[in-house]
């Protein structure tokens, strides 16, 4: 085979290199397809390179090239990888598709919340109107068998919550065995699995003091502002004292919703700074505040991230609650989400948010006024803390 001194060489250090440079040399193809012909004269003209490189695979390559679509996926991957920037990538058909249900919330079980508390016992906490909640679930019902099969405490919690779900067909669903709090009485539940759509906020007033009133959003969706006001709502029916926020594991979600939570606690003013590359943009809160009186904990970790740490962070900043907990994730940068002609799509870091004191989130993080070390157990610590710290703040 005749190939160029000049192809030789690049081959040589390519060798000394490694497959991989030659791979993300042929994933920057973008214009050709698998026999070289040219798709488009401006990128002819924009990515000469890539095609000589191209003409060359196409020329001398011994085996079979992948089909067009595949090698565009991975020049588009390519060219991306190229910015550094972890929040901007390609995402394929299938995972978009897939992206869109995880979005949705749903899934086969008996839709409950299941939780460690300071004892390490899994503790239930049903969905409002889930097949667990009609069958007589309580909140903080200790889970103690599943399927008569007894729940070791020493069991991960993702398995155990894996028990509570299923395919939804004919005869499915689950028996579980538990103990109310406080009475201690036993109960076991025969309850079928059903389509669950999960709440992005779940609430109840806490065991361990009656009067202090529980907030978790668990992500913010075009349902939060409406469920947060029927929560506060349902709360304040009740007189609570104190209020604990939990934004542990919100991995964050729609923009727009997020301003109006955070201005449920707040009596408007500014909740965020947007920075792009021309300019800033402060974000105020909307007038439609709830809850600004009572006092109030913040719960955060590693999990908490960008739009949930900007909600916390106005919280914070504002002088309006404290953050307990661990330092958040640090994802204080705007993306959008470009769909693509086939339904693939690209996510785009565009801009960048500040909390209210100006400091700096993305790659940072928010750091708690009260650090706590998680337990290696998973018993709920933070909790605890939050309620005897605001027992000190009523």
Excluded: C
């Excluded at 290199?17 to 920057?28: E, K, N, P, Q």
């Amino acid at each position: 085979m005749d190939i160029p001194k000049t192809a030789r060489r690049l081959l040589t250090i390519l060798a000394g290199a490694g497959t991989a440079i030659l791979l993300v040399g042929i994933a920057f193809y973008a214009g050709y397809d698998s026999r070289g012909r040219v798709l488009a004269s401006a990128q002819t003209e924009q990515f000469p390179l890539l095609k000589q490189a191209q003409d060359y695979i196409d020329q001398y390559y011994i085996r079979d090239q992948p089909p067009q679509q595949q090698l565009e996926y991975g020049a588009i991957r390519g060219l991306i990888t190229t910015l550094n920037d972890k929040y901007t990538f390609f995402v394929e058909p299938p995972v978009a598709q897939s992206e869109s249900n995880v979005l949705a919330g749903t899934y086969g079980g008996i839709g409950v919340l299941l939780k460690r508390d300071e004892s390490n016992q899994f503790v239930l906490y049903p969905f409002r109107d889930s097949p667990a909640a009609k069958a007589g679930v309580q909140d903080s019902d200790v889970l103690l068998s599943v399927n008569s099969k007894d729940v070791p405490l020493t069991t991960q919690q993702d398995a155990v919550d894996q028990m509570l779900r299923g395919e939804v067909k004919a005869d499915s669903g689950v028996t579980i065995h538990v103990r109310h709090q406080p009475s201690g009485k036993e109960e076991t539940f025969t309850i079928p699995f059903a389509v669950i759509d999960v709440p992005s906020v779940v609430w109840r007033t806490l065991t361990e003091e009656p009067s202090f009133g529980y907030i978790a959003i668990l992500r913010f969706t075009n349902r939060t502002p409406d469920e947060l006001k029927t929560a506060i709502t349902e709360l304040k029916s009740k007189s609570v004292t104190g209020l604990i926020l939990d934004l542990r594991n919100n991995p964050g979600g729609l923009l727009d919703e997020s301003l109006k939570v955070a201005g449920a606690f707040l009596n408007g003013g500014l909740i965020f700074i947007e920075k792009d590359r021309a300019s800033e943009k402060p974000f105020n809160a909307p007038d439609n505040s709830f809850l600004t009186d009572l006092p109030m904990i913040v719960l955060i970790n590693g999990g908490t991230a960008s739009a949930a740490e900007l909600v916390a962070g106005a919280i914070h900043d504002r002088g309006r609650g404290i953050l307990l907990g661990q330092q958040s994730y640090g994802k204080g940068s705007v993306q959008l989400i470009l769909p693509m002609a086939d339904k693939s799509s690209i996510h785009i870091t565009t801009a960048e948010w500040l909390p209210p004191n100006h400091g700096k989130l993305d790659g940072k993080g928010l750091t708690p006024d009260i650090p706590m070390i998680p337990d290696q157990n998973g018993r709920d610590v933070e909790l605890g803390e939050a309620i005897r710290q605001l027992r000190t703040r009523k």
